[in-house]
């Protein structure tokens, strides 16, 4: 369902129907982490511009963002709702992403931006 190359090229994210997040070393394509922390599909993988980290994202209410060379989750976002789209900030470690359907939005969606501490 989802795709993204690391801005270093040394890796590829896919995420898909069987819930898991995969990471690649996109020389070889070979696995090198699996992260099952998400329970539905994943719906979205994006790397962070420091390639250093990976969110992901499925119909759950919360972004997973994990350490790209430990597959350790770094940081778990609430997201209040399911998350449509998600972008990193170019030079920075702020994720911006959009929300549907959180409960007694005003809005059908929002944007929020999360700043990520190292």
Not at 63 to 82: F, K, R
Not at 97 to 106: E, S, T
Request: net charge neutral; glycine share 8%; proline share 4%.
């Amino acid at each position: 369902y989802s795709v993204d190359v690391s801005p270093d090229q040394r890796w590829i994210a896919t995420g898909g129907g069987d819930t898991f997040a995969g990471i690649l070393d996109a020389s070889s394509c070979a696995a090198a982490r699996s992260l099952a922390r998400l329970s539905s599909q994943v719906r979205m993988c994006r790397f962070s511009p420091d390639s250093a980290f990976l969110a992901t994202s499925s119909e759950e209410r919360a972004i997973d963002i994990a350490d790209v060379l430990t597959g350790e989750q770094a940081h778990s976002v609430p997201a209040g709702g399911t998350v449509t789209a998600m972008a990193w900030h170019p030079k920075a470690l702020a994720l911006c992403y959009a929300v549907r359907g959180g409960k007694g939005d005003a809005f059908p969606v929002q944007v929020k931006v999360m700043r990520v501490a190292n």
